[in-house]
Nanobody
Framework: QVQLVESGGGLVQPGGSLRLSCTAS????????MGWYRQAPGKQRELVAV??????AIYGDSVKGRFTISRDNPKTVTLQMNSLKPDDTAVYYC????????WGQGTQVTVSS
């Protein structure tokens, strides 16, 4: 089993920045994928960004050039979000993948003036 704890959400004005972090615990593989998805009210959950332990990253089209995903070890992943827009408002979920998908509880990000 894998448990995920997210932190860093909150309220920010348009154009501002936030940094999300996620830490995994339990049975963690040395090679895995971790990333972030988000879900806004009335919409489907969508990919924000994922990154492998080897550093290969994939971004959703709507965040390319504004968000950066990174990781230093197999247990953590960080999402730096810049130039935030009201459309970025959503619950952000951390996901760990190795043989199965594990999800965090989610952290709210609200972009509003």
């Amino acid at each position: 089993q894998v448990q995920l704890v997210e932190s860093g959400g909150g309220l920010v004005q348009p154009g501002g920045s936030l940094r999300l972090s996620c830490t995994a615990s339990g049975s963690i593989a040395s090679s895995n994928d971790m990333g972030w998805y988000r879900q806004a009210p009335g919409k489907q959950r969508e990919l924000v960004a994922v990154v492998s332990t080897g550093g290969t990253a994939i971004y959703g089209d709507s965040v390319k050039g504004r968000f950066t995903i990174s990781r230093d070890n197999p247990k953590t992943v960080t999402l730096q979000m810049n130039s935030l827009k009201p459309d970025d408002t959503a619950v952000y979920y951390c996901k760990y993948r190795y043989k199965a998908d594990y999800w965090g509880q989610g952290t709210q990000v609200t972009v509003s003036s």
